[in-house]
C-alpha cells in the first residue's frame, strides 16, 4: 500500500507555510495528490430583539471576511506547491472538526500541523486533532511545531494489543518500510506470555512486510512516562501510536497520556482509531 491523497489542514489564521511544505514533501515522497483544506465558521453574535438586524449583519461580515481569507490562503498554498506536486483546493464555511473529518473521505492521509493551545483553541477557527483522530476514519498526521519536513528516519511504534493501535500499524507501513530504523515499545505493568506473544506477532508482522524492526519490553506502572523515555532514547522522529477515547476524555497513546498531550508540539504524531 501507499498514500495515493494526502490531505493537508490549514488553520484560517495560519501561518500554513510550515505545515504545507511539510505536507508537500510527503506527498512528492509518494507520488501523492496533495489536497489544501481549510475550513472556518462565525458564530452568530447574542443580541436581544432590539438588536437582532445588527447581529445579523456583524455576522454575515464575519462569513465574508472568512470567504475573502479563503481566498488568500488559496493563493498562498497553489504558490507553495506550484511545480512541486499535483495539488488540489478545498474550503468549507462549516465548523472546521466537522468540515474537515467529512473531507478526508477523499484522501489516505490528513496532515495537520502542532498548535500550542489546540485543546483549548477557537472551534469556529481550528479543526480539534483529537476529535479528527477519533471521526475521520483515516489515519492522521499530527506534524511538530513549525516543522517543514515530516523526519521519518526512526520511527517508534507505540505498541498495545488493541483494536486501534493495530490499525495505527497497518495505517503507517508506508512510512515504516521508508524508515532507516523501527522501535516497536510496550510497556505493560505485568510482562506475561500474553504480552510477549502479541509483540512477537508484531514483529512477524513487520518482518512480512519487509521491515526489520527492533523490540523494546518494559515492565513497570508508568506507561506514559516509560513510553517518552523510550522516544528520547531512540532519537524518536516519529511517533505511531492508536489513538484512544472515551465519552469525557481524549486519550492517546497508551491511555494515560490524557488531552493535554493535545498541547505537546515537538514531536510528530502518527495516530489512527
Same mark, same amino acid.
Given at each position: 500500500?501507499?498514500y495515493r491523497? %494526502?490531505?493537508?489542514?490549514?488553520d484560517?489564521?495560519?501561518? %500554513?507555510?510550515?505545515?504545507v511544505?511539510?505536507?508537500?514533501?510527503l506527498?512528492g515522497r509518494?507520488?501523492?495528490?496533495? %489536497?489544501?483544506?481549510?475550513?472556518?465558521?462565525?458564530?452568530?453574535?447574542m443580541?436581544?430583539p432590539?438588536?437582532? *438586524?445588527?447581529?445579523?449583519?456583524?455576522?454575515?461580515?464575519?462569513?465574508?471576511?472568512i470567504q475573502?481569507?479563503?481566498?488568500d490562503?488559496?493563493?498562498e498554498f497553489?504558490?507553495?506547491?506550484?511545480?512541486?506536486?499535483v495539488a488540489e483546493?478545498?474550503e468549507?464555511?462549516?465548523?472546521?472538526?466537522r468540515?474537515?473529518?467529512?473531507a478526508?473521505?477523499?484522501?489516505?492521509?490528513?496532515?495537520m500541523?502542532?498548535?500550542?493551545?489546540?485543546a483549548?483553541?477557537d472551534?469556529?477557527?481550528?479543526?480539534?486533532p483529537?476529535? %479528527?483522530?477519533?471521526?475521520?476514519?483515516r489515519p492522521?498526521?499530527v506534524?511538530?511545531?513549525?516543522?517543514?519536513?515530516?523526519?521519518?528516519?526512526?520511527?517508534?511504534?507505540?505498541?498495545?494489543?488493541?483494536?486501534?493501535a493495530?490499525?495505527?500499524?497497518?495505517?503507517?507501513?508506508?512510512?515504516?518500510k521508508?524508515?532507516?530504523?523501527?522501535?516497536?515499545?510496550?510497556? *505493560?505493568?505485568?510482562?506475561?506470555?500474553?504480552?510477549?506473544?502479541?509483540l512477537a506477532?508484531?514483529?512477524?508482522?513487520?518482518?512480512?512486510?519487509?521491515?526489520?524492526?527492533r523490540?523494546e519490553?518494559?515492565?513497570?506502572?508508568?506507561?506514559?512516562?516509560?513510553?517518552?523515555?523510550?522516544?528520547d532514547?531512540?532519537?524518536?522522529?516519529?511517533?505511531?501510536?492508536?489513538?484512544?477515547?472515551?465519552?469525557?476524555?481524549?486519550?492517546?497513546?497508551?491511555?494515560?497520556v490524557?488531552r493535554?498531550?493535545l498541547?505537546?508540539?515537538d514531536?510528530n504524531?502518527f495516530?489512527?482509531?
Amino acid at each position: 500500500m501507499s498514500y495515493r491523497s %494526502i490531505l493537508v489542514n490549514l488553520d484560517i489564521d495560519g501561518p %500554513i507555510l510550515p505545515v504545507v511544505k511539510a505536507a508537500a514533501d510527503l506527498a512528492g515522497r509518494f507520488g501523492a495528490k496533495l %489536497i489544501g483544506f481549510c475550513a472556518a465558521d462565525a458564530p452568530m453574535p447574542m443580541a436581544g430583539p432590539a438588536g437582532a *438586524s445588527l447581529a445579523a449583519e456583524a455576522w454575515m461580515q464575519m462569513r465574508d471576511d472568512i470567504q475573502t481569507r479563503f481566498k488568500d490562503l488559496h493563493e498562498e498554498f497553489g504558490k507553495l506547491v506550484a511545480g512541486k506536486v499535483v495539488a488540489e483546493w478545498r474550503e468549507a464555511l462549516d465548523n472546521p472538526t466537522r468540515a474537515l473529518a467529512e473531507a478526508t473521505r477523499a484522501a489516505d492521509l490528513i496532515v495537520m500541523g502542532a498548535v500550542k493551545g489546540a485543546a483549548t483553541g477557537d472551534a469556529y477557527r481550528r479543526a480539534d486533532p483529537g476529535s %479528527i483522530a477519533l471521526q475521520a476514519g483515516r489515519p492522521l498526521l499530527v506534524v511538530a511545531h513549525n516543522a517543514e519536513q515530516v523526519r521519518t528516519r526512526n520511527i517508534v511504534v507505540a505498541w498495545k494489543d488493541t483494536r486501534e493501535a493495530r490499525r495505527a500499524l497497518a495505517d503507517s507501513l508506508p512510512l515504516l518500510k521508508a524508515a532507516e530504523t523501527v522501535t516497536v515499545v510496550t510497556v *505493560s505493568t505485568e510482562v506475561d506470555q500474553r504480552v510477549r506473544a502479541s509483540l512477537a506477532d508484531v514483529m512477524a508482522f513487520l518482518g512480512a512486510h519487509g521491515i526489520e524492526a527492533r523490540p523494546e519490553l518494559t515492565e513497570g506502572p508508568d506507561e506514559h512516562l516509560a513510553l517518552f523515555e523510550a522516544l528520547d532514547n531512540n532519537g524518536a522522529d516519529l511517533i505511531v501510536s492508536g489513538a484512544y477515547g472515551h465519552s469525557r476524555l481524549r486519550e492517546w497513546a497508551f491511555g494515560g497520556v490524557t488531552r493535554s498531550l493535545l498541547d505537546e508540539t515537538d514531536r510528530n504524531r502518527f495516530l489512527s482509531s
